[in-house]
């Protein structure tokens, strides 16, 4: 096991490296110009080309690129072109808002999904089967966007149950510690604000765990169908186990490796690709930091801001291989 | 061993997860959603502003300020929160550009026009403690102009650059010295006259700050931490999320400002941001759509506040392309335009026409030209006399993203191209990414395009120069048109000294354009806000940003 993690883990060294000569080029590549859009349609050509000179626009790529990988390695992800401020500082607290929404998306996803992805396989082609099935289908090709602004309209606007924007009430905000608002009010101790960032997290979560939540349950039915038809299940059942048991204790923990690949690809996907909701909800997370970073043309944030994602993804990746390796012992020796 | 342990809480995971849902899968959907039923009652956001609370007003808005530091900015949502925290030299009027004193009392011009001497008002202090006075201006303005002064930053100040001819030592440079004549007077000597010196010195971008502050911080830290003189203190900055300003309690405009907290809050997309207002969660809101502004009347929670209009949106030629280069072609196109149909259908009605290249609300405007009124048959003639009986083909390019001053460019300009098909042109769209776009139409590449133009300061020349002069070609003159006879005229009235003089100069340079047809000018749009019914005294600036020192709830 140590020696697997190990080769696994170094493995990430050129995957990482790779990604960032990917992330470098795709950037150059989109066309238009971080000079002229950081100054603005208002600008003089003058300025322009002073700017592109200061911020070593005119040098050729490969020395840019080194010049970064070497600011990477040490820790710096360089300064943004628009804001001027530094990107490690400036990117920890969208991080942190991203990943609390994600957490919270997969944590409603992987309880609703799975669970209804077993009671589906469980009681195979019953009405509940059907039902479940049926709101995977439309949970899956539900636009966020649609369903985003009518969870705001339904429940914050007609009911007014729930705050419709932000990650805190603004007119009572929460004080940032460690810019993860649930572990903040806690550790601060205010109940009522802790409430308060759970409310304001509820309804972005739904929208956007619903998508993860429908392939998931339809992964887990999949699965579970497959593993229940299997012998030792059938053993199982016919020295009389409850079947409760049986789901849960014996086919569940086989029928769990796909489903643990899809929660591993689908916690990635959600991190980096939370733009919409995030829009929606006017949540201040990375995914609409780096989407403004793109229309700004501010390559130091687009491509910091994508590798540190990738990075995510890649980690988590590995932790669901890990994972693997440790559910079934096969992995390893391939 | 380890592997039962983790089975087994995988296991109780699992079988908890499904106590919380109910152990029925079949809720799936509703069920987080019901939680918070019980609490309904305590749950709703505040609807009003506590009534022995600190008074807020939470405004919301689409994106976040770029920056703090007023001289390193030029996008309005920077300014809509400096506004608050700085002041200039000079103000502007509530709802329009005539100048009114601000940090400067009152104020005299040599009658050369190359001095200018301020009287500043005393007691002012800065937020952080330091005194206002007229070291404080000439250290402001050294900084701005002088490209070797330590606080002076690396990508210079836009700005001042554009109106005050440069920095320090270029050819073009207006100010000469700015000297401290005792503590509360300060005098400028200019280079050369410059006929809308006092009216630029009011832009929100030439606010003075505390220059203890800017020196101790740095350009950088100072860009987010800003010091002013301004009515609100600035608190904190949540990036992409909010910006938190406090009363300041010492400001030199007695008994204001009335709130003692004000929040911008960014909520990207318009409709979120209308429900946001709806259900009580922010008290202002701008960028409202057009088509919102019904159901904002029809609401009685809600009011419906208009901006005055300082922008211009309009159809551009490229005049060096063929066959644009011809007037009677452009003249045809023109004629083919159903301005208050494109109004009526794009901007909900809120905007009207427009004749010239700037708006009837700056100074200068000519009123007494009178439009080309929709005639596809006049169109048509005008095509055969330039050669064209059966028409052409064009590209025609469509802004990707919406503005004030253009709603929904690709359906305005699917409007027009049903219109010009009638007189057998036939335009092809095109759009692309919003920085490509802005990038493309500077090089000149398109053929005919739609864009458009917020004024930043209420003079004719920053619209009529900046659109149409030969000098802006590459720059902002995005038509390429060179026309010899408008180029003097502009120039003379940038030299003008008297108001007088530079209006009738204007008015001729909008007779030349309106007949040699460089763009038609399509709408000038009204920016719409929405509010709680109970905010008073909200005066919106046609700049597009103000101080909110009177904003009051009844």
């Known amino acids: 096991m140590l020696s697997y993690s190990i080769r696994r883990i170094l493995m990430l060294i050129p995957v990482l490296l790779g990604m960032s000569i990917v992330v470098f080029s795709i950037i150059r590549a989109i066309p238009g110009d971080p000079a002229l859009t950081i100054l603005g349609e208002k600008a003089s050509p003058k300025a322009i080309e002073d700017l592109r000179e200061a911020l070593g626009l005119n040098l050729p790529w490969y020395i840019q690129y080194f010049d970064y990988l070497k600011q990477i390695v040490t820790g710096n992800l360089g300064v943004s072109l628009h804001s001027g401020a530094s990107i490690t500082q400036e990117i920890g607290p969208y991080l942190a808002a991203t990943t609390e929404l994600t957490i919270v998306s997969m944590l409603f996803a992987v309880l609703i999904g799975v669970n209804a992805g077993i009671l589906s396989a469980w009681k195979q082609n019953s009405w509940f089967d059907y039902c479940a099935m049926l709101i995977a289908l439309i949970g899956v090709s539900m636009p966020i966007f649609w369903l985003g602004l009518m969870e705001q309209w339904f429940f914050a606007q007609e009911l007014k149950w729930l705050p419709s924007v932000g990650r805190d009430n603004s007119r009572n905000p929460v004080e940032a510690i460690t810019q993860f608002y649930i572990l903040d009010t806690i550790l601060a101790g205010q109940w009522d604000q802790l409430w308060e960032v759970i409310k304001h997290l509820i309804l972005p979560g739904i929208a956007l765990g619903t998508i993860p939540m429908a392939i998931i349950a339809r992964i887990t039915r999949s699965s579970m169908l497959e593993v229940m038809r299997a012998d030792y299940v059938r053993t199982a059942r016919a020295k009389g186990l409850a079947q409760f048991w049986v789901v849960y204790k014996h086919a569940l923990k086989n029928a769990m490796i796909p489903v643990l690949t899809v929660i591993g690809l689908q916690t990635g996907l959600l991190l980096g690709g939370a733009v919409l909701t995030e829009t929606i909800f006017g949540w201040p997370g990375v995914g609409r930091y780096i989407y403004t970073a793109i229309g700004n043309r501010d390559y130091p944030v687009i491509q910091s801001g994508i590798l540190v994602i990738a990075t995510i993804f890649v980690l988590i990746n590995l932790l669901v291989d890990l994972l693997y390796a440790y559910i079934d012992p096969r992995i390893k020796y391939r | ?554």
């Open chain 2, 1 to 554: 061993m380890k592997k039962r342990v983790f089975s087994a809480a995988m296991t109780s995971l699992l079988a908890l997860s499904m106590l919380l849902a109910g152990c029925g899968g079949s809720q799936t959907a509703q069920k987080p959603a019901e939680q918070p039923k019980t609490e309904a009652p305590a749950t709703t956001p505040a609807a009003e502003p506590a009534k022995n609370g600190p008074k807020q007003l939470i405004i919301g808005r689409g994106g976040d300020s770029v920056g703090l530091d007023p001289i390193q900015q030029t996008d309005g949502e920077s300014f809509k929160v400096t506004e608050n925290v700085f002041d200039t030299l000079v103000g502007y009027e509530e709802e329009s550009t005539a100048v009114v004193p601000s940090l400067a009392e009152k104020w005299e011009i040599a009658p050369d026009g190359l001095t200018y001497t301020f009287h500043l008002r005393s007691g002012v202090k800065f937020h952080d403690g330091t005194e206002f006075n007229a070291e404080a201006v000439k250290w402001n303005f050294e900084r701005w102009m002088d490209k070797s002064h330590p606080q002076h930053n690396k990508e210079g100040f836009e700005y001042y650059n554009d109106m005050f001819g440069g920095y320090k030592g270029d050819k073009d440079h207006v100010i000469k010295s700015v000297d401290v004549v005792d503590p509360l007077t300060v005098k400028f000597t200019l280079n050369r006259p410059l006929a809308p010196f006092i009216q630029n010195l009011g832009m929100s971008c030439f606010a003075i700050a505390s220059p203890k502050a800017v020196q101790e911080m740095g350009p950088e830290k100072f860009n987010e931490h800003p010091v002013g003189t301004g009515p609100f203190k600035f608190v904190e900055w949540k990036r992409n999320d909010t910006i938190t300003l406090e009363k300041n309690p010492d400001y030199w405009n007695a008994g204001y400002p009335k709130m003692d907290k004000l929040v911008f809050k960014v909520i990207p997309e318009n409709t979120a941001r209308l429900t946001a207002l709806t259900s009580g969660e922010i008290d202002l809101m701008d960028g409202l759509n057009p088509d919102d502004a019904q159901a904002v009347k029809d609401n009685p929670d809600l009011q419906l506040i208009l901006r005055p209009s300082m922008n211009l949106g309009f159809l551009g030629f490229n005049v060096e392309k063929k066959p644009l280069d011809n007037p009677k072609v452009r003249e045809a196109i023109a004629y083919a335009v159903n301005k208050p149909a494109i109004i009526e259908a794009f901007f909900a009605g809120l905007g009207q026409p427009a004749v010239n290249p700037m708006p009837p609300s700056i100074w200068g405007h000519n009123g007494n030209i009178k439009d080309r009124e929709y005639n596809l048959d006049k169109a048509k003639q005008l095509l055969t006399e330039a050669g064209f009986p059966n028409g052409f083909k064009i590209k025609f390019w469509a802004m990707p993203v919406a503005r004030p001053y253009m709603p929904d460019g690709v359906k305005i300009a699917e409007a027009i191209q049903q219109d010009l098909k009638k007189i057998g042109v036939e335009a092809e769209i095109v759009t692309m990414e919003w920085a490509t776009y802005l990038e493309k139409t500077k090089a000149g590449e398109q053929e005919m395009f739609l864009l458009g133009w917020t004024g930043d300061n209420g003079d004719p020349d920053n619209f009529l120069a900046t659109l149409l002069d030969k000098n802006n070609i590459g720059g902002n003159n995005r038509t390429r048109w060179a026309n010899e006879e408008a180029h003097k005229l502009l120039m003379q009235a940038q030299s003008a000294t008297t108001k007088e003089e530079r209006e009738k100069l204007y008015l001729q340079v909008q007779e030349i354009i309106f007949k040699d047809v460089p763009m038609v000018p399509l709408a000038h749009s009204t920016p719409a806000l929405a509010a709680k019914a109970n905010l008073v005294d909200y005066k919106p600036h046609p700049k597009g940003s103000e101080s909110l020192e009177k904003v009051d709830f009844k």
